[in-house]
């Protein structure tokens, strides 16, 4: 029997975003903030149309986004010191979002996770093993370690068109295979001439990755081929927090959002299963 929390989340909305365009809806994390970006071009610099701030309440490592527009996170510690942690769902993405605490069954600290082929993927830190993640039975299973001597990525993304897992970490961008081990094959490099925390997703064949240098959040374009990376948007955040990236795509932002009040808890409710 699983008990599921479902919280509201605190925003202050900006200005609608036009239901024509066809650029990204981007999900971004750092700590308990939870940043909402309708992009108004997804391959050329500096602009977007629209930026909404919510709090969670909850610090989310990671950040991925379901074929149907869901967004999934994992914890960043053992807050209830129990030695697990927590996997998230994120619904009603595009209006008022709720956060769902979908149960703590990860035995370590989870990292990178995507959306491939209707499950949930990710690396574990310590272990540093490629996992399946269930989250209808509460279920994590080893697919295999990563290759001797190499560490969990930066980010990761899957991409449906080349069937694909991709990951970048230490300034390159890398193809996993997965076999006996998860080895990996090296793309390009990649130079984003800055460093800290950093999260990222494939959204329509384009690799999308966000770094937190500390005082400023950037978003960048990655090409999959040649790994040449265009800085789209960047925006002030505060500290160092980890950072998770995810994205919809193909829906567009509702015409009009309301604005709502600072209050916290929005709706409680259980939903046993």
Request: contains cysteine; charged residues 15%.
């Amino acid at each position: 029997m699983k008990n599921r929390t479902l919280m509201g989340l605190v925003c202050v909305v900006g200005a609608a975003a036009s239901a024509s365009m066809a650029a990204p809806t981007l999900f971004v994390t750092s700590g308990t903030d939870l940043f909402r970006i309708q992009l108004d071009a997804p391959t050329e610099g500096a602009n977007f149309t629209q930026f909404d701030h919510f709090t969670t309440g909850v610090s989310l490592v990671s950040l991925t986004a379901d074929d149907e527009g869901r967004l999934w996170g994992t914890e960043v510690s053992d807050v209830n010191e129990d030695g697990m942690h927590a996997l998230y769902s994120i619904d009603n993405v595009l209006s008022t979002p709720i956060l769902n605490n979908e149960g703590e069954f990860l035995a370590e600290r989870t990292s990178s996770i995507v959306w491939s082929n209707g499950s949930l993927f990710g690396f574990t830190q310590d272990s540093r093993q490629f996992i399946e993640i269930d989250p209808i039975n509460d279920i994590a299973t080893a697919v295999g370690p990563l290759a001797t001597g190499t560490n969990p990525p930066a980010s990761s993304g899957w991409d449906s068109a080349t069937g694909a897992f991709y990951g970048i970490r230490s300034g390159e961008l890398f193809r996993y295979e997965i076999g006996e081990e998860l080895a990996t094959t090296k793309v390009a490099n990649v130079d984003f001439g800055i460093s800290g925390p950093t999260g990222g997703e494939i959204i329509d064949g384009i690799y999308y990755h966000a770094i937190n240098d500390g005082s400023l959040m950037h978003i960048y374009s990655i090409d999959l081929e040649s790994g040449i990376s265009t800085e789209l948007i960047t925006f002030a955040v505060e500290g160092r927090a980890p950072v998770g990236l995810a994205g919809v795509s193909g829906v567009p932002a509702p015409g009009a959002l309301a604005l709502l009040g600072a209050g916290g808890l929005v709706g409680l409710r259980r939903r046993r299963s």
